[in-house]
């Protein structure tokens, strides 16, 4: 999902040379994708979560937007949808098309030319929080859900208690998907969470030593356009940037406008001159 992708880049941040060649204007973006297949399906699957993760070596800035999968959008040759089902409908037209197609259609909506994705499922997420020896979550309230989804496509309750938990990688997994009982924006600010939290595991001079079976773990987890050095490029140029200048943006409530659409679907229309504006003030 997205931690791993996220912690993909955060995990080589200690290794690795800038292998990346920048946009014109001198930002490297990374579309993180996490589909909502389950781990014994194949074909097109729309994306559960998108991050845009953007580094800008100039300034030497990063930004993470997290962007809601309900997006009113257009997607190219599909008129509107929610920005989820880009990869989907990229793959129905040509296997291996969504991702590109996804990247098309942040760029086109938010203004930030995207050369790169990571695609991954839910499959070695636990292994590889496991692997780093998990991550410290301070959890600000109380999260139930009693509907939290199954490998077995059930259900399941599940509750993590508000405070500061050591959360081995089944909780932070369970921690960084569920939706039920909150909201998605909610999510994305947990997903951020989980992502701010490996970052200051992978920096710890104690986990150096699992560098090589975490990054692995990685490149066997995932798919994308990157190889293994890019990615290492990727991480270099993070680590550059240290944690006081990773910004985080969350697309919610105060960017968005719950919508019904004449077919009856619940999605939420952007707010553009909100979101554009302050997204141009993170990059300054």
């Known amino acids: 999902?997205?931690?791993?992708?996220?912690?993909?880049?955060?995990?080589?941040?200690?290794?690795?040379?800038?292998?990346?060649?920048?946009?014109?204007?001198?930002?490297?973006?990374?579309?993180?994708?996490?589909?909502?297949?389950?781990?014994?399906?194949?074909?097109?699957?729309?994306?559960?979560?998108?991050?845009?993760?953007?580094?800008?070596?100039?300034?030497?800035?990063?930004?993470?937007?997290?962007?809601?999968?309900?997006?009113?959008?257009?997607?190219?040759?599909?008129?509107?949808?929610?920005?989820?089902?880009?990869?989907?409908?990229?793959?129905?037209?040509?296997?291996?098309?969504?991702?590109?197609?996804?990247?098309?259609?942040?760029?086109?909506?938010?203004?930030?030319?995207?050369?790169?994705?990571?695609?991954?499922?839910?499959?070695?997420?636990?292994?590889?929080?496991?692997t780093l020896g998990g991550v410290t979550i301070e959890v600000p309230r109380d999260l139930e859900d009693a509907r939290y989804p199954t490998a077995d496509y059930g259900y399941q309750y599940i509750f993590i208690p508000a405070g500061v938990q050591h959360m081995d990688g089944e909780t932070a997994l369970i921690y960084a998907r569920s939706r039920h009982g909150t909201s998605d924006f909610d999510r994305a600010r947990r997903q951020q969470q989980v992502l701010l939290a490996a970052y200051k595991e992978i920096n710890s001079p104690l986990n150096w030593p699992r560098f090589p079976l975490l990054f692995a773990t990685f490149l066997s987890a995932t798919e994308s356009d990157m190889s293994g050095a890019e990615m290492l490029g990727v991480g270099r140029l993070i680590r550059s940037a240290g944690r006081e200048n990773i910004k985080t943006f969350v697309v919610d409530q105060r960017y968005t406008q719950p919508y019904i659409t004449p077919q009856g679907a619940a999605v939420l229309l952007p707010r553009w001159d909100k979101i554009r504006p302050d997204l141009v003030a993170l990059f300054q």
């Not at 098309?97 to 499922?121: C, M, S």
Request: cysteine-free.
């Open 1 to 130: 999902m997205v931690v791993l992708l996220a912690i993909i880049l955060v995990v080589v941040l200690s290794v690795g040379a800038n292998v990346l060649t920048p946009t014109p204007a001198g930002r490297v973006s990374v579309l993180l994708l996490g589909t909502d297949a389950r781990e014994d399906s194949s074909g097109p699957a729309r994306t559960d979560t998108m991050i845009l993760v953007t580094a800008d070596p100039a300034t030497n800035k990063v930004v993470i937007i997290s962007i809601p999968r309900d997006l009113w959008v257009p997607i190219p040759g599909h008129g509107y949808n929610r920005i989820n089902t880009a990869n989907f409908f990229g793959d129905i037209e040509r296997p291996g098309k969504g991702p590109r197609l996804a990247e098309q259609v942040v760029a086109d909506n938010f203004g930030v030319p995207v050369q790169h994705y990571i695609r991954v499922r839910f499959s070695g997420f636990v292994e590889v929080i496991d």
